[in-house]
């Protein structure tokens, strides 16, 4: 079936890091794409989404690419704040009932 | 708006015991969900609902069940609660897909930490 795989974390950077969450998928057809944070105590927010191939998501600074070739959707952010620390999750969705996320990558940002 | 809104926040179980998670959305969304969130597994999908009156479900459903008796709400319930149950448990919803359109992004509902004893 479908699945994310996201990089291991935890991740710390100091902050105006450069960050790189890596995050590959598999799938049948042609998924969705996205990025979800979930900030401490909270649920998982939409960070940004790509629907089809070369679209790049992008918001608040973060950036990510649909890459069909190599399918893989890695999310990039040129410097980090201690504000973004938080849990990061890739997913995939190929039908809006069955969203796969990957395990989540921790990142702390240290000021 | 509220969003999605998931009550109660925190709970503690002793094993056998039974309790209902609500959640609850204003977006007027068809689809609901409901995860469970484990160190290192990301989330789970548990049960979904497409629509009021239906249920179906997800990839861990064994030791729940769930009704969406209104459009706005869908419950979980837990008949007898076991350890294995200890999750930290997020409600979502999202529009309908449309055949030929693309995914729409889910929203979630801020968890219920549930520890069972």
């Known amino acids: 079936g479908d699945s994310v795989t996201q990089m291991e974390g935890p991740v710390t950077l100091s902050e105006e890091a450069c960050l790189t969450i890596?995050?590959?998928?598999?799938?049948?057809?042609?998924?969705?794409l996205f990025w979800y944070v979930q900030y401490p105590g909270e649920g998982l927010q939409l960070l940004l989404k790509?629907?089809?191939?070369?679209d790049k998501g992008s918001n608040k600074g973060f950036e990510a690419t649909y890459r069909k070739e190599t399918t893989s959707f890695h999310l990039e952010k040129g410097s980090v704040q201690v504000s973004d620390s938080a849990v990061y999750f890739c997913a995939l969705s190929d039908d809006n009932n069955d969203m796969r996320f990957g395990a989540g990558t921790r990142l702390t940002v240290k000021p | 708006n509220a969003g999605v809104t998931q009550t109660p926040k925190f709970r503690v179980l002793k094993t056998g015991q039974s309790m209902t998670l609500l959640c609850a959305q204003d977006m007027n969304h068809e689809y609901m969900y409901w995860y469970r969130q484990d160190p290192g597994m990301g989330l789970r999908l548990i049960h979904y609902s497409v629509g009021e009156g239906t249920t179906a479900k997800g990839e861990v459903p064994d030791g729940y069940n769930v009704s969406r008796l209104k459009k706005q709400n869908f419950l979980l319930g837990l008949e007898s609660a076991a350890p294995s149950q200890t999750s930290v448990y997020f409600c979502?919803?999202?529009?309908?897909?449309?055949?030929?359109?693309?995914?729409?992004?889910?929203?979630f509902g801020p968890g219920t930490r549930l520890t069972v004893t």
């Open positions: 790509a629907t089809k191939a070369d």
């Open positions: 890596n995050c590959t998928y598999t799938a049948t057809g042609y998924p969705s």
């Open positions: 979502a919803s999202s529009y309908v897909r449309l055949a030929g359109l693309l995914s729409y992004e889910q929203y």
